[in-house]
């Protein structure tokens, strides 16, 4: 493949000065764009919140739901049970407290 407008192109198939000039080049515009990138989201991060618009993901449950689910599984229903119910995926449910977990207890075997 030539290059394009009588452009030469860094050969990178065999080892050699060229050949790593090329990388560090081109990890270096990486790790440039990638502290450009968290410079844009941060900036846009703090205009939403200086205009009071919620920041991050939106939520998959709202209040009213999220309240229903958690009394469910306080309940003693299954997470996978919930889910089925109303349809979504478990993660969101992670965020909801368990009122009736028992915090893990330290086995004996721990301690020797």
Do not use: W
Request: with cysteine; aromatic share 2%.
């Amino acid at each position: 493949m030539s290059a394009p407008l009588g452009m030469t192109a860094a050969d990178t198939s065999e080892p050699g000065p060229g050949t790593d000039r090329a990388i560090a080049l081109l990890a270096m515009f990486a790790q440039m764009e990638r502290i450009y990138m968290l410079a844009r989201a941060a900036d846009g991060r703090a205009v939403r919140e200086a205009r009071g618009l919620p920041t991050g993901r939106p939520a998959k449950l709202n209040a009213t739901t999220r309240a229903g689910a958690a009394q469910r599984t306080n309940g003693g229903a299954m997470p996978e049970q919930v889910v089925a119910e109303l349809g979504g995926s478990r993660s969101p449910l992670h965020a909801v407290p368990r009122a009736t977990q028992a915090p893990p207890t330290p086995c004996d075997a721990c301690y020797r």
